[in-house]
């Protein structure tokens, strides 16, 4: 059993099933075991998964969607909080960030389990550039930190532009 989802994908409020069976279709060649849950917000639903986020995301990209908006590879998850989000985002970051390289990093929070996105933005960010000396640039970051807040659970992501698929239809 995959302990954290790999995916957070989007859709219209109404078509989170169908966004489910969408995706479990096109990964069930690769994961028999893939699952995916609704969550308690519109339109957003959670892919779990024992293929890499990337791997799923590679996979996927490959085949047409009718309802799907966005997909986003989830690297990491934790309990929901600031200082786990810090932790986690910054060691991801250590992975990835080089001295110098740019980066920004973007919060999309829904519920209320931290104060706001820019509180992350800026908490992890000010850390990303202070301990790695990394540049904050927002016109052309180099690498995207991605936080996505869903309730209790924060997942975080190191991506370059083109990792997030986003489509309206076929």
């Not at 997909?71 to 985002?89: A, F, M, Q, R, W």
């Not at 519920?111 to 016109?139: D, H, M, N």
Request: some cysteine; proline content about 3%; overall charge positive.
């Amino acid at each position: 059993m995959v302990s954290y989802p790999k995916l957070l994908v989007t859709t219209s409020k109404g078509k989170e099933n169908q966004a489910i069976v969408e995706i479990l279709d096109i990964l069930f060649e690769h994961d028999q075991k893939a699952y995916g849950i609704k969550t308690s917000f519109d339109g957003v639903v959670l892919i779990f998964t024992s293929l890499s986020p990337f791997k799923a995301l590679d996979i996927i990209r490959k085949n047409p969607t009718s309802v799907i908006f966005k997909i986003i590879p989830l690297e990491k998850c934790v309990k929901t909080s600031l200082d786990n989000i810090v932790e986690i985002g910054f060691q991801l970051a250590k992975k990835h960030i080089r001295k110098n390289d740019t980066f920004i990093v973007d919060c999309i929070r829904r519920g209320r389990f931290v104060e706001s996105s820019v509180i992350v933005e800026r908490t992890l960010g000010a850390k990303i550039a202070k301990e790695l000396e990394a540049k904050v640039s927002f016109k052309n970051p180099k690498y995207i930190v991605r936080v996505e807040i869903v309730g209790d659970i924060a997942c975080v992501s190191i991506l370059k532009r083109g990792d997030i698929i986003r489509r309206v239809g076929r």
